[in-house]
């Protein structure tokens, strides 16, 4: 890829995936598919009733509301984003479900004042979209107070796979995994956790879970189409599919179709979830 084609890419693809209606709405089905393995890491880490809790690139509350649930009634959240767009929805479902220990604040990660304020501080599938990582995680642990529990959740892309293949399926990962790839971030950032945490002068514990389902589950092809269509601008523009060889007006009937045709057992993207402390003794 040209250089020039790079920076202009890599720039408007800080969140690859956008801030569109749809993109939002994406975000927001996401939640179930999602929640029990974020739910236990949060809970493997040490999130507990009373403590004070930062969501980083919180979207539009998906995180945040699990965070609210096991901090309870006595704790505090705080979600961060640069998208005022899904912070509206944050606030609006935090309302609905009467989670008032919930709030949030339309700002960069790296312009936020007060991370000596938390007990903690959390963030799922933000570190993929970050240039560096290390670096991100490096600052969070400078500025935040001692014992301060520094929790990230990201994903394996490339570990998705179905027994026996399901070629239309593995086609359409490939190409996310190919876009990301492109505009320079780690789609299996989750295997670079560890890494990211030791750069950055902790020393994590790190857990990994799998969503394992039948051909017959339509959710995870819900996920892939919507994934695709929201990525569906910047693929044509590197030049990796055009709209007419995605077809994503009739991908999730096609997913659904391939998939039925056979007994398929299918293996989502790994989720890993790493944690540490700040100020905790680093061992070599």
Same mark, same amino acid.
């Not at 995680?137 to 998705?160: Q, W």
């Not at 796979?161 to 505009?183: C, D, F, K, M, Q």
């Not at 910047?234 to 659904?256: Q, V």
């Given at each position: 890829?040209?250089?020039?084609?790079?920076?202009?890419?890599?720039?408007?693809?800080?969140?690859? *995936?956008?801030?569109?209606?749809?993109?939002?709405?994406?975000?927001?089905?996401?939640?179930?598919?999602?929640?029990? %393995?974020?739910?236990?890491?949060?809970?493997?880490?040490?999130?507990?009733?009373?403590?004070?809790? #930062?969501?980083?690139?919180?979207?539009?509350?998906?995180?945040?509301?699990?965070?609210?649930? *096991?901090?309870?009634?006595?704790?505090?959240?705080?979600?961060?984003?640069?998208?005022?767009?899904?912070? $509206?929805?944050?606030?609006?479902?935090?309302?609905?479900?009467?989670?008032?220990?919930?709030?949030? #604040?339309?700002?960069?990660?790296?312009?936020?004042?007060? *991370?000596?304020?938390?007990?903690?501080?959390?963030?799922?599938?933000?570190?993929?979209?970050?240039?560096?990582?290390?670096?991100?995680?490096?600052?969070?642990?400078?500025?935040?107070?001692?014992?301060?529990?520094?929790?990230?959740?990201?994903?394996?892309?490339? !570990?998705?796979?179905?027994?026996?293949?399901?070629?239309?399926?593995?086609?359409?990962?490939?190409?996310?995994?190919? #876009?990301?790839?492109?505009? $320079?971030?780690?789609?299996?950032?989750?295997?670079?956790?560890?890494?990211?945490?030791?750069?950055?002068? *902790?020393?994590?514990?790190?857990?990994?879970? !799998?969503?394992? %389902?039948?051909?017959?589950?339509? %959710? $995870?092809?819900?996920?892939?189409?919507?994934?695709?269509?929201? #990525?569906?601008?910047?693929?044509?523009?590197?030049?990796?599919?055009?709209?007419?060889?995605?077809?994503?007006?009739?991908?999730?009937?096609?997913?659904?179709?391939?998939?039925?045709?056979?007994?398929?057992?299918?293996?989502?993207?790994?989720?890993?979830?790493?944690?540490?402390?700040?100020?905790?003794?680093?061992?070599?």
């Amino acid at each position: 890829m040209r250089n020039d084609e790079n920076r202009e890419t890599s720039g408007e693809a800080a969140y690859v *995936l956008g801030h569109s209606e749809r993109e939002l709405a994406r975000l927001e089905r996401q939640a179930g598919f999602f929640a029990e %393995a974020t739910r236990d890491i949060l809970m493997r880490a040490g999130l507990r009733p009373g403590m004070r809790v #930062l969501d980083v690139g919180c979207g539009v509350g998906d995180v945040t509301s699990i965070a609210a649930d *096991l901090v309870g009634p006595s704790g505090e959240v705080l979600g961060i984003d640069i998208s005022a767009e899904a912070l $509206g929805i944050a606030e609006a479902r935090m309302r609905a479900s009467g989670r008032s220990q919930a709030r949030f #604040l339309a700002s960069p990660v790296e312009a936020f004042e007060g *991370l000596d304020g938390f007990d903690a501080i959390i963030g799922r599938f933000i570190l993929v979209h970050m240039p560096d990582p290390a670096a991100v995680l490096s600052t969070l642990a400078s500025r935040a107070r001692a014992r301060t529990l520094i929790a990230f959740i990201e994903m394996d892309m490339s !570990t998705a796979t179905a027994i026996p293949p399901l070629p239309l399926l593995e086609a359409n990962i490939g190409r996310i995994i190919e #876009l990301y790839r492109r505009v $320079g971030r780690q789609m299996d950032m989750g295997s670079h956790l560890f890494a990211a945490y030791r750069a950055a002068g *902790l020393d994590p514990q790190l857990a990994g879970f !799998t969503r394992i %389902a039948s051909g017959r589950e339509e %959710a $995870g092809f819900e996920f892939v189409t919507e994934s695709v269509r929201s #990525l569906m601008p910047f693929m044509g523009k590197l030049g990796i599919a055009t709209p007419e060889e995605i077809g994503i007006d009739t991908l999730y009937e096609r997913l659904n179709a391939e998939a039925g045709a056979g007994e398929h057992c299918i293996f989502y993207p790994r989720l890993v979830g790493a944690w540490a402390a700040t100020g905790a003794v680093v061992t070599k």
